[in-house]
């Protein structure tokens, strides 16, 4: 008879930076976490689709698609709950700092208190 395991929490991460993207992964690693990087926001949906994350990361600089629009559509059309979604920007992009919480995004963040927060942030979706 075999024992069912809990899943890892899942912790997605929607960033086009790639340098940005590997500081994610290196904290994770850090903190014993794991993150499911995304490199587009269909790869995101599928795996929303798959599991309800615990939390989703998404990056507001993010080039190619429209962020807010992302996080619009986790919250309306998938039900993935607001302070499960935490959104990081330049500190001087105030608009996409709004957007994004009228979006329904639970935490907006600058980008430096980001990266101070990241660690806690992970830890509290480790398994």
Request: net charge neutral; proline share 8%.
């Amino acid at each position: 008879m075999s024992n069912p395991q809990t899943p890892a929490p899942a912790i997605l991460a929607l960033a086009g930076d790639l340098l940005f993207s590997s500081r994610i992964q290196g904290t994770a690693r850090l903190v014993g976490a794991e993150v499911v990087l995304c490199p587009r926001p269909d790869a995101l949906v599928d795996r929303v689709r798959a599991a309800s994350p615990d939390l989703v990361l998404v990056d507001l600089d993010a080039r190619g698609w429209d962020p807010v629009e992302v996080i619009g559509m986790l919250v309306g059309t998938h039900g993935v709950p607001s302070d499960r979604i935490v959104a990081f920007v330049s500190h001087v992009r105030t608009d996409a700092i709004e957007a994004a919480r009228t979006a329904g995004a639970g935490r907006v963040m600058a980008r430096s208190a980001f990266v101070r927060a990241l660690p806690e942030l992970l830890r509290g979706h480790a398994p």
